[in-house]
């Protein structure tokens, strides 16, 4: 039995001196939280990019949005506007003929009228 207790024991202690010692074990874990933080920061730096990204991209969107709004707002005055001119242009029109039927009016009665009225033939 003393025979295979030795053999035993020395593998065991082969094995025991081949594992990682605590140096190597402190290192791998150090190297491990190296490893963590680096993708965490490489994680972080793209959700910045993607959030920049994003928030450039509303940001567009609102400004051609707004410019669209405004282009359509210049176009409805524009519209009133002519709509306007034309409205006083029909307006000075319309006076313009109310002025001559005005005057073709007074033209008819003064004609109706008779020249030579004597005194005392008047309708008065």
Known sequence: MKKSILPVLAVLAIMASCGPSREDLAKRQEEMKDSIKTMNSKIQDELDSRMKAMQDSITESAK??????????????????????????NAAAT??????????????EDLKKPENVKAGQGKG
């Not at 006076?95 to 008819?108: A, I, P, S, V």
């Open 95 to 108: 006076k313009k003929e109310l002025e001559k039927l005005q005057k073709e009016n007074k033209k008819k």
């Open 64 to 89: 051609q949005t707004n410019e669209n709004m405004q282009n359509q707002v210049n176009e409805v005055k524009d519209q009133l506007d002519k709509k306007s001119d034309q409205a006083d242009k």
